[in-house]
Structures are given as structure tokens and as C-alpha cells.
């Protein structure tokens, strides 16, 4: 008869991460790098939206995106209505040979009176709405623009969509840097302003459960480079 020190222990290694069946996995790309603005030449507007295209830094990001992602499989790919998302999600297509849907509710917060490039101009030169909005959290300071509730209600919205079609698949989603700080912000009962920042080209990671939001990342531009150096072409 064996000892106890015969009997194989029992052990509980640490497991990786296996979410319920019904899971959509959700990876979020913001855009390239758009035009510039110009004072007193807006950019074109798509419902309202400004809607310039990428720029020569941003087309080298979504390359940079796509030989990130090009190992992944997606089983769908989405952009908003904007150019920029479309001309960053068009090198991962083109790897995957997969159409690229257009989900128009994945645009970007509606900016109201800075609408077609006027917030840059506004934010550079100390405008008092852009300061209300920074120090209010709240996008809705900006004379015109949409609040962060209805911003948060748009995008969530469009995500549960795309969610309730493609239960247990991966996704790619193509948008802004405001639609991601309100479905991150979401996920983790914050403030939208306080998820702000993501990166040009950079991927972000929900998971969307029968009945959760779980972040699995955030920000990633390790692709494109650190912010101290000078990694992206000139």
C-alpha cells in the first residue's frame, strides 16, 4: 500500500483567460493619422462630420496595423462612415480578403460648432468651450456638440449590434480615438475623458459576454513605436 507521499498532488495551475460561449471579441483600431486642419479651408463633411483623409504618416500606420494583425483571422471587419477608418482598414482587408462593413453609429463624437477641423484650431488657441470640456469631462461643453451620453449611448449601441451578429467571433473594428474612450469607458464605469488618448494606429481589446464588458487591453501602438522616438517616417 502506497504512502501518502506516493499519491500524485492534486494541482491547480493557473488557466488562461475562456469566456462563456455567446462571447464577441471586439479589437479596436484607432485610425491613422489624418490631414491637418487649415484655418479657413474645412475639411469635407460626411453627415455633419468632418472627414479628412489619412496622412502620409497615417497610411504608413495602417500598414503598420496590418502587419500587426495580419496573423489573426478575423470573421469580420468593420469602419465607420469616415475615410480615415476606411483607408486604415484597407491593408488588413486586402491581406484577408475580407469586405470591410460600414457601421455609420462608429463615427466620431459629433464636434458641433469645431466640426470640420475647427477643434484643432480651437483647442491650439486656448478656446473656452475646449477648456470647459477638458476641465467638465464633458464633450457636450462644446457649443453644438454631442454629450458624452449620447455619444456613449451611439457607440455602445453599435457594438451590441455587431455583438448580437457574430457571437463567438473575432472582429475587427475600424474607428476614432473618442469612440473607443466612451466603449472602453464603458466597460469600466468611468468617464469618457478619462479613457482619452488612444494612439494613432493603436489596439485596443473588449470582450463582450451574454451578459459583460471586459477589457483585455488598451492603447497597444507597440507596432508603430514609442511615443519617445522617432520610429514613424518623417
Known amino acids: 500500500m502506497g504512502t501518502p507521499s506516493d499519491t500524485p498532488a492534486t494541482t491547480y495551475p493557473q488557466t488562461e483567460f475562456s469566456p462563456p460561449g455567446g462571447t464577441t471579441r471586439l479589437v479596436l483600431i484607432r485610425h491613422g493619422q489624418s490631414m491637418p486642419a487649415v484655418r479657413d479651408q474645412p475639411f469635407d463633411l460626411v453627415d455633419g462630420h468632418g472627414d479628412p483623409p489619412l496622412s502620409p504618416r497615417g497610411l504608413w500606420q495602417a500598414e503598420q496595423v496590418a502587419s500587426r494583425l495580419q496573423g489573426q483571422r478575423f470573421d469580420a471587419m468593420y469602419a ?3 475615410t480615415r477608418t ?7 482587408a486586402k491581406l484577408q480578403a475580407a469586405e470591410v462593413r460600414i457601421k455609420p453609429d462608429l463615427r466620431e463624437v459629433f464636434l458641433g460648432i469645431g466640426e470640420g477641423g475647427r477643434f484643432r484650431i480651437m483647442a491650439e488657441e486656448g478656446h473656452p468651450a475646449v477648456q470647459a470640456a477638458r476641465a467638465n469631462k464633458e464633450w457636450g461643453e462644446v457649443p453644438g456638440a454631442e454629450t458624452n451620453l449620447e455619444l456613449t449611448d451611439r457607440v455602445v449601441g453599435a457594438l451590441e449590434e ?7 467571433q473575432v472582429v475587427a473594428v475600424f474607428c476614432h480615438g473618442g469612440v473607443i474612450g ?4 464603458h466597460a469600466l464605469s468611468v468617464n469618457p475623458f478619462r479613457m482619452s488618448g488612444a494612439r494613432n494606429g493603436s489596439i485596443s481589446e473588449l470582450v463582450r459576454t451574454p451578459t459583460d464588458w471586459i477589457l483585455r487591453s488598451f492603447n497597444d501602438a507597440s507596432h508603430i513605436g514609442t511615443l519617445f522616438t522617432d520610429s514613424d517616417p518623417p
Do not use: G
Open 162 to 168: 455587431i455583438h448580437r451578429d457574430h457571437p463567438d
Open 80 to 82: 465607420s462612415t469616415l
Open 86 to 92: 476606411q483607408q486604415t482598414a484597407a491593408p488588413l
Open 182 to 185: 466612451a466603449a472602453v469607458a
